[in-house]
């Protein structure tokens, strides 16, 4: 590729609205330009990063066994009220009607279509197992569409779906889907961790993310440096602090606090560190009968750690949902006011919910049930009953003890760019996908699914690579992976011949250059492809061909290097490989 005959389109300045390094980088060197509120178009060099994702992805899927098709954007609302999602999937799901009143959607996930595709196309075991991908333009209407690429409502996406006789086989194409997974991250030259992660809104009860690490990624993960530990913080668990509950030491005495209502004002007033504290949190639980009031339940944990929702939503009792508790909600059943929320003294039609940690505290500070006043010295069984259930309900911390109990966890930030999920019969059993086993009997077909984020990719390896002067791509996802400058190409013969000969030589070696015969100034030059990130950079001048050299440099050296204008193919290759990073 020639630059004059592409399209170079970089700015000096980034939108006033890129709040994180992905979403200004991408837009000042020309990849991608905003339509609407998380609506892209994506320019040739955007375009060109993401063909290069898809096809390692299709590779990888290709050699996993993987079927490629490709499923509508367009999805009828009748297979969405079969699957229950209809109403369920919430705001997200962008609901429309054609000509003729019929409801449609636009897919933010193919569940539905390709279960239907199965129930059609598969009706016995001997066409089992089967794995079909896609790699298709979604929409989920966010709410807040923001940081460009990384959060918003159209993006690109792999999604495959595997369709097994027996949950053996679907454990096995999950096995095969992960290892995929493992090679197309690596492959991309990507830092990653694989993790456990919650199933969520997609259902069933295998998963695991794909997480790139980077400082600006929005999920917390948890993982031991020791071993091969790693979840997202939704899943991690959190073991108990103490080991066994101390005698009490203290007497239980209620003292004044006035205006204290957070925890550290709390551990403040009465000069005791937050752990010394117990936080009680009153949350109403959706009731199992339809048109009852919620039940009001108390979640106990340490001062010093935060409750994790995603645990809490799995507590028995809690699978229809649960939300804070009003203040009138508090007020009624707990005659207090939120701030002093405490387990001491309560009616034992109120639920209490204790943090292993907090199951084992001893002469602990908890709320009175009364304004601007603390127990102090609160222990289990003398001033208050047993929980009645203990459980993992928190965030892990840094440094926490590792669950297997060799090291201590750590916690680093990354991006989501790929998730897989056992399903199990959640979908199939909905939609009544069933095939004929062996004996000639219908039995339902065991399913997994499993998503890479394509457009999402560009912006999470943007944010794990970048410095002061723009991107700096890892040699795969590179839109060209080697720039050649000529310095006075529109005055030197000499420079031309140089470097045409170079980038055709280059071109027969299969590497992906470009020949940047635009006439710009070399600072120009320099800085628009330090921008657009291009791993390799050649610069070949009168001056230095005159003197038998020319410079070579990669994206993340702080100098250029002259070497031989002889050595120029063999010494940009060795700079290719290993692919730069």
């Known amino acids: 590729m020639r630059a004059s005959q592409f399209h170079i389109g970089t700015l000096k300045e980034a939108p006033s609205d890129a709040e994180i390094p992905s979403h200004r980088l991408m837009t000042r060197a020309g990849m991608i330009r905003k339509l609407a509120g998380g609506i892209y178009s994506y320019m040739p060099l955007g375009l060109r990063v993401i063909r290069k994702v898809e096809a390692i992805i299709r590779e990888e899927m290709n050699r996993a066994g993987a079927l490629e098709l490709l499923m509508p954007m367009v999805q009828p609302a009748e297979l969405w009220m079969e699957s229950g999602r209809w109403e369920q999937y919430g705001p997200e799901l962008l609901r429309l009607k054609d000509r003729h009143q019929r409801d449609f959607v636009l897919q933010p996930t193919s569940e539905e279509v390709i279960t239907d595709i199965a129930r059609n196309e598969i009706h016995s075991w001997r066409q089992l197992p089967k794995n079909f991908y896609h790699i298709q333009t979604k929409f989920r209407d966010e709410r807040r569409p923001r940081f460009g690429v990384m959060r918003g409502r159209e993006f690109t996406m792999k999604d495959a779906y595997s369709f097994d006789r027996d949950e053996a086989g679907a454990q096995k194409s999950y096995d095969a889907m992960y290892a995929a997974y493992m090679r197309i991250f690596a492959r991309m030259g990507l830092e990653f961790r694989a993790v456990a992660a919650d199933t969520g809104s997609i259902g069933g009860t295998r998963s695991h993310e794909f997480q790139v690490i980077a400082d600006t990624g929005e999920d917390l993960i948890v993982y031991n440096p020791a071993t091969q530990y790693a979840a997202n913080m939704e899943l991690a668990e959190a073991p108990g602090l103490i080991a066994e509950r101390a005698a009490p030491a203290e007497t239980l005495r209620k003292v004044a606090t006035p205006g204290a209502a957070r925890c550290e004002d709390v551990a403040a007033l009465l000069g005791v560190p937050a752990s010394k504290l117990v936080k009680t949190l009153a949350v109403a639980v959706e009731p199992e009968q339809a048109g009852a009031a919620p039940a009001v339940c108390l979640l106990l944990l340490r001062g010093d750690h935060e409750l994790n929702e995603i645990k809490a939503g799995k507590l028995p009792g809690f699978e229809r949902g649960f939300r804070f508790a009003s203040d009138q909600e508090v007020a009624e059943h707990l005659g207090c006011q939120p701030g002093f929320i405490g387990p001491v003294g309560l009616a034992r039609t109120v639920r209490v919910i204790a943090d292993r940690t907090v199951a084992n505290m001893s002469d602990f500070v908890c709320g009175a049930n009364q304004a601007d006043h603390h127990y102090a010295g609160a222990n289990w069984a003398r001033d208050l009953p047993e929980p009645d259930l203990v459980a993992d309900l928190r965030n892990v911390v840094d440094g926490d003890p590792a669950p297997d109990g060799s090291g201590r ?163 940009t290759l060795e700079k290719l490989s290993p692919p730069t990073r």
């Open 409 to 571: 966890l750590a916690i680093q930030r990354g991006i989501e760019v790929g998730h897989v999920f056992f399903l199990g019969t959640k979908y199939s059993a909905a939609l009544k996908a069933t095939y004929l086993d062996e004996t000639g009997k219908p039995a339902l077909m065991q399913m997994g699914c499993y998503g890479i984020g394509v457009t999402r990719l560009l912006g999470a390896a943007i944010e794990q690579n970048h410095d002061a002067r723009g991107i700096v791509w890892p040699r795969a996802l590179a839109p060209f992976e080697v720039v050649i400058c000529p310095v006075g190409w529109g005055k030197s013969e000499a420079v031309r011949e140089a470097a045409s000969k170079l980038y055709e030589d280059l071109l027969a070696q299969g590497v992906d250059a470009i020949l940047d015969d635009r006439d710009e100034r070399p600072g120009v030059m320099f800085a628009d492809w330090e921008l657009i990130g291009v791993p390799v950079r050649v610069t070949i001048g009168d001056r230095g061909l005159k003197e038998g050299q020319i410079e070579l440099q990669g994206r993340r050296d702080a100098a250029a290097e002259k070497i031989d204008v002889a050595e120029a193919l063999p010494r």
